[in-house]
Each structure stands twice: as structure tokens, then as C-alpha cells.
């Protein structure tokens, strides 16, 4: 029982490097090792795929000894979740922009399942971004508190990434969970009376997020 105890732990911390390894850079490895090691004790996985294991580990780290006075390295790990999220979900078919040709019709849209839509208090893709290969990590504590707002979506065996505004992010956001282009737009007035909805429609278009275009007939 020890030794197969010992190689799930071993497995599930690589899983867990795999899915996290610019937090392994962040705190360094042996680190990384101990709170993964913790975080497994605590909460084993509850499904065999080992890829969706590490959900809750973000929300662990933002808590655990060590980490509590650095709330950015649990922000950045949970971007690097949505990152293993988007990486494992569907990628469909994009629709181009000709799609939209139902006159006197309103189009709903279904956009690609790999979207996500992080929103952060610390700027998680630059740290992100800083530690890729090529990048220039900057000390833990000079980064700064600053709002992000981040879509990210698979493409091919990557993922893209696209800053947002505030009425950018509402407009994805209301699409993302379905509650339709009208109220899409509402809620994006809300925070920018000058929302440029044909722009924005352009531009999901053109990212191939869009996959599916439903023509409802206004009354």
C-alpha cells in the first residue's frame, strides 16, 4: 500500500508541475513539491482523468503558509488552470463574419467551448507572460496590484490570448453563458455607453471564436 501510495503522489504532483509549471517557477520546485504534496492530502482526486485534477488548487495556494502575504502566485495559477481547461476543450469549426447575413434578424451566437474569461487584481498575463522562454522574470515582489481582463481560447495546440475592456468582457461573458446578443450588448453599455458592437463582432469573428449563428425574427 506505501509504495502505490507513493507512486499516485509521485504522478499527481508531475500532473500537477505539468499543468502549473510557471508557479513552479514562481515559488521553485521543492516548494511547488510541498504544497502539491499537501494539496493532494487534502484533496484527492474524485475522477480518473488526472488532466482534470488541480481545480481547486489555485483557491489552496491562495491560503497556504507561505503563500498568503503573495495572493498573485495563486491568481496566476488559476490563469494557468484556465489555460489546461481551454487546452482540453473542444475546438470547433469557426463561422466567418458572412454568417451574419439574416436580414431583419437577430443573430445569437455560440461561441468556441474553449473560451475563458479571467479577470484579476493582479496582472497574471504579464507575469505569465514574463516567465515563458525568452521572457525576464521579475522579482516576486515587485509586481504590482492592476486589473486584468483576459479571454484566452484554444487554437490548434495552443492558446490565444486577447486583452479585454470592462464592456468587452461583460459582452463575451453574457454571450459565453447564453443569455443572447440583446442582452449582451445591454450589459456592455453599461460600462461604455460607446460600446462598438460591429467592431467587437469583427473581432470574434475574425479570433474563430464563433461557431454557431442562430437567426431569431425581431417583433
Not at 46 to 56: N, T
Not at 109 to 134: C, E
Not at 193 to 216: A, S
Request: charged share 20%; with cysteine.
Amino acid at each position: 500500500m506505501g509504495i502505490y501510495e507513493n507512486n499516485a503522489r509521485t504522478s499527481l504532483t508531475a500532473t500537477l508541475m505539468a499543468v502549473f509549471p510557471v508557479t513552479v517557477r514562481m515559488i521553485d520546485e521543492r516548494f511547488f513539491r510541498y504544497a502539491a504534496s499537501e494539496f493532494i492530502r487534502r484533496s484527492p482526486p474524485s475522477e480518473p482523468r488526472l488532466v482534470r485534477f488541480g481545480s481547486g488548487f489555485p483557491n489552496f495556494l491562495r491560503t497556504f503558509k507561505g503563500l498568503a502575504e503573495m495572493p498573485f502566485v495563486a491568481e496566476t495559477a488559476r490563469l494557468e488552470w484556465a489555460i489546461a481547461e481551454a487546452l482540453d476543450a473542444a475546438s470547433l469549426p469557426p463561422l466567418s463574419l458572412a454568417a451574419l447575413d439574416g436580414s431583419g434578424s437577430i443573430p445569437e451566437l455560440t461561441l468556441q467551448p474553449s473560451l475563458r474569461l479571467v479577470i484579476s487584481h493582479w496582472p497574471v498575463l504579464s507575469i505569465w507572460s514574463a516567465h515563458q522562454d525568452g521572457g525576464n522574470p521579475i522579482e516576486a515582489g515587485c509586481w504590482q496590484r492592476g486589473i486584468e481582463r483576459i479571454a484566452l481560447w484554444r487554437h490548434g495546440d495552443n492558446v490565444r490570448f486577447a486583452a479585454l475592456s470592462p464592456a468587452q468582457l461583460a459582452f463575451r461573458h453574457s454571450l459565453k453563458t447564453g443569455l443572447g446578443l440583446e442582452k449582451a450588448v445591454s450589459r456592455a453599455l453599461r460600462h461604455d455607453p460607446m460600446f462598438d458592437l460591429l467592431g467587437t463582432l469583427v473581432g470574434l469573428f475574425g479570433e474563430g471564436l464563433v461557431t454557431e449563428v442562430r437567426m431569431t425574427h425581431a417583433c
